[in-house]
């Protein structure tokens, strides 16, 4: 359908600009797609490059107050430049020379720590100070104060994940600085918090009240092995144990609740026989997993134009949203990391159909009504006026994508960020 020049309807949408309007109709497509359309990719994050960085920064750029910490972001390559590792989660790897400290401070932002390799560095969460070694899965939920030290002659690094770009989106961020050092420079090979708190299905009395994170501050690798290996050893004694065959799985929880261990971020530990794959899942929001040991490969999403196979070599990071994923592995140990305030907020039941629009029809094939011809769309430069996409009132381009379908650009401005090839790639699904 070519549209006609109409200089009233032109008038009226400069309008609209010139008093910061914004009508739906143009926009509806891009604030309300048919299935989620991240901007976010995967992408995959080596700890043999990470780690040299790392270092370098550790010769380089001194810690202390004011940039607080010496912590690398994982800036995801379909975001535009903006240092998030998916549109909901921020990760880092944290370097911390030998004798250094980290001063105190808090914000509202909830954040975890897992340890890829070391030890000798205390965290000290609300003068609780928390041994970190090797494996384990730390906490510290928003608005407590933390510092950290190492006690050792060596460096030591780890991954951090918060939740900055949530708390960003939603304007609920606040900081304050806390002592230049750490409010106790102990040493205890076991916090105050887990001597309270970690011990199998008991519940201090003191402590019946629900928590919105969890009081246990650091899940350690010893807890997290045992309970894998005992999965798999049921397993092999014939009792269902394994979410699925080879695949040995565990959620950290919140003992309070039962539920997750913070409010917007949910954390598992996944292990693979040797030879084992999961299942395909579909899935909403993002996750960020980190491989703490072995090799497995992750199949890239169907959408894409050939099956990409990342693999992971024992120390790599992938971040980014993954609709489909399904993990083969060697034998295979990693942390999984999601935003759990996504699963939430989806509809229920959970649609079952894929998750990239390239899997679905046509956009013309979608299911949205086509739109009345009494309502108007927008000018466009007639040199691009070819069709309208009766999904949301974008243009069909022309083009088709790889397997075929019609690809459709927004009405909306183009974005003026350079986009990756990976970014490209994933136009079909995000035009
Ligand atoms: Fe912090």
Same mark, same amino acid.
């Given at each position: 359908?070519?549209?006609?020049?109409?200089?009233?309807?032109?008038?009226?949408?400069?309008?609209?600009?010139?008093?910061?309007?914004?009508?739906?109709?143009?926009?509806?497509?891009?604030?309300?797609?048919?299935?989620?359309?991240?901007?976010?990719?995967?992408?995959?994050?080596?700890?043999?490059?990470?780690?040299?960085?790392?270092?370098?920064?550790?010769?380089?750029?001194?810690?202390?107050?004011?940039?607080?910490?010496?912590?690398?972001?994982?800036?995801?390559?379909?975001?535009?430049?903006?240092?998030?590792?998916?549109?909901?989660?921020?990760?880092?790897?944290?370097?911390?020379?030998?004798?250094?400290?980290?001063?105190?401070?808090?914000?509202?932002?909830?954040?975890?720590?897992?340890?890829?390799?070391?030890?000798?560095?205390?965290?000290?969460?609300?003068?609780?100070?928390?041994?970190?070694?090797?494996?384990?899965?730390?906490?510290?939920?928003?608005?407590?104060?933390?510092?950290?030290?190492?006690?050792?002659?060596?460096?030591?690094?780890?991954?951090?994940?918060?939740?900055?770009?949530?708390?960003?989106?939603?304007?609920?961020?606040?900081?304050?600085?806390?002592?230049?050092?750490?409010?106790?420079?102990?040493?205890?090979?076991?916090?105050?918090?887990?001597?309270?708190?970690?011990?199998?299905?008991?519940?201090?009395?003191?402590?019946?009240?629900?928590?919105?994170?969890?009081?246990?501050?650091?899940?350690?690798?010893?807890?997290?092995?045992?309970?894998?290996?005992?999965?798999?050893?049921?397993?092999?004694?014939?009792?269902?144990?394994?979410?699925?065959?080879?695949?040995?799985?565990?959620?950290?929880?919140?003992?309070?609740?039962?539920?997750?261990?913070?409010?917007?971020? #949910?954390?598992?530990?996944?292990?693979?026989?040797?030879?084992?794959?999961?299942?395909?899942?579909?899935?909403?929001?993002?996750?960020?997993?980190?491989?703490?040991?072995?090799?497995?490969?992750?199949?890239?999403? #169907?959408?894409?134009?050939?099956?990409?196979?990342?693999?992971?070599?024992?120390?790599?990071?992938?971040?980014?949203?993954?609709?489909?994923?399904?993990?083969?592995?060697?034998?295979?140990?990693?942390?999984?990391?999601?935003?759990?305030?996504?699963?939430?907020?989806?509809?229920?039941?959970?649609?079952?159909?894929?998750?990239?629009?390239?899997?679905?029809?046509?956009?013309?094939?979608?299911?949205?009504?086509?739109?009345?011809?009494?309502?108007?769309?927008?000018?466009?430069?007639?040199?691009?006026?070819?069709?309208?996409?009766?999904?949301?009132?974008?243009?069909?381009?022309?083009?088709?994508?790889?397997?075929?379908?019609?690809?459709?650009?927004?009405?909306?401005?183009?974005?003026?960020?350079?986009?990756?090839?990976?970014?490209?790639?994933?136009?079909?699904?995000?035009?």
């Amino acid at each position: 359908m070519t549209i006609e020049p109409d200089p009233e309807l032109a008038q009226l949408y400069a309008d609209f600009e010139t008093e910061h309007l914004n009508p739906l109709w143009t926009q509806l497509g891009d604030l309300m797609s048919m299935v989620p359309m991240s901007k976010a990719v995967p992408f995959v994050w080596k700890w043999s490059t990470l780690y040299p960085l790392a270092q370098r920064a550790g010769d380089l750029v001194p810690v202390g107050r004011g940039g607080e910490r010496r912590a690398i972001a994982l800036a995801n390559p379909g975001l535009g430049g903006v240092p998030y590792v998916t549109p909901t989660l921020w990760a880092a790897i944290q370097y911390l020379g030998p004798k250094e400290t980290a001063p105190e401070h808090r914000h509202a932002q909830n954040a975890f720590r897992f340890v890829v390799e070391g030890e000798g560095v205390w965290t000290v969460v609300n003068g609780d100070p928390v041994a970190m070694r090797r494996g384990d899965f730390l906490l510290t939920p928003g608005w407590n104060f933390h510092g950290h030290h190492n006690e050792t002659d060596r460096p030591m690094a780890w991954l951090d994940g918060l939740d900055i770009p949530f708390v960003h989106y939603t304007d609920t961020g606040f900081f304050e600085f806390g002592s230049n050092g750490v409010t106790d420079e102990s040493t205890p090979d076991i916090s105050r918090s887990e001597r309270l708190w970690a011990h199998p299905g008991l519940r201090p009395l003191v402590g019946l009240d629900r928590q919105t994170s969890s009081p246990i501050a650091c899940y350690r690798w010893d807890h997290t092995d045992r309970a894998l290996d005992e999965q798999l050893a049921l397993e092999d004694e014939g009792h269902a144990a394994t979410p699925e065959p080879g695949h040995a799985a565990v959620r950290y929880t919140n003992p309070t609740t039962g539920g997750d261990v913070m409010p917007t971020i #949910r954390a598992e530990f996944h292990r693979l026989r040797a030879g084992a794959h999961t299942r395909a899942r579909r899935d909403v929001g993002s996750t960020v997993f980190q491989v703490f040991e072995g090799q497995g490969r992750f199949p890239a999403p #169907r959408h894409r134009t050939r099956r990409r196979q990342g693999r992971h070599d024992r120390r790599a990071v992938l971040g980014g949203v993954v609709p489909g994923h399904r993990l083969r592995g060697r034998p295979v140990r990693l942390l999984r990391c999601a935003d759990h305030r996504a699963p939430a907020l989806a509809p229920r039941p959970h649609p079952r159909r894929s998750l990239t629009s390239c899997d679905l029809p046509p956009c013309a094939r979608a299911a949205a009504p086509p739109p009345s011809a009494s309502i108007p769309t927008p000018p466009v430069p007639s040199s691009t006026a070819t069709q309208t996409c009766p999904r949301s009132w974008q243009i069909l381009t022309g083009r088709r994508c790889p397997r075929g379908h019609p690809v459709c650009r927004s009405t909306s401005p183009a974005p003026t960020t350079p986009r990756s090839s990976r970014a490209r790639a994933r136009s079909c699904a995000s035009a």
